[in-house]
């Protein structure tokens, strides 16, 4: 039965503890790739790094987690995605102030190919529905964000 178990989790990527089952999770991006660099500089003799990193990953993801879950209600899953949303705004802004930006700058992204962006993007808004939705969101209430994240 205790072989079942472990092989089990190693084909869900969780392994079980007294307390918990965990989440495993490997990731060995090439050091030059976009990914390598990002991680390299995260988790740069800190645990804050790998922290940093859930927050994004959570930012970008929980809530399309929850829902998919249907473990919540539809108040919490609003809940959720707004704290998201702020989380994201935030660290936005903070980039337009570290890099002195503006909204209305327009780039072609390094990131992603446009097909690439495109299926990231939810299908029923368009990424200037987005701009603008972002850009609504109070100053003060981002800066106080942005300090509470720092």
Not at 22 to 28: K, L, M, P, Q, S
Not at 107 to 130: Q, V
Request: charged share 25%; net charge negative.
């Amino acid at each position: 039965m205790v072989s079942q178990s472990v092989e089990n989790s190693a084909k869900t990527g969780t392994r079980k503890t007294s307390k918990q089952e965990r989440v495993r999770f490997i990731f060995e991006p090439g050091r030059s790739s976009l990914n390598g660099i990002t991680f390299t500089w995260l988790i740069h003799d800190t645990y804050e790094g790998k922290e940093k990193a859930a927050v994004a990953a959570r930012s970008f993801w929980l809530p399309i987690a929850y829902q998919e879950s249907g473990k919540y209600s539809e108040a919490e899953l609003r809940q959720v995605a707004q704290d998201c949303i702020w989380q994201l705004e935030a660290q936005i802004q903070f980039l337009r102030l570290h890099f002195n930006l503006t909204a209305d700058q327009h780039s072609h992204s390094t990131i992603h190919s446009a097909d690439d962006r495109s299926k990231h993007l939810p299908e029923r808004e368009s990424h200037s529905a987005f701009l603008n939705t972002a850009l609504a969101i109070d100053k003060a209430v981002l800066n106080e964000l942005i300090e509470a994240l720092s």
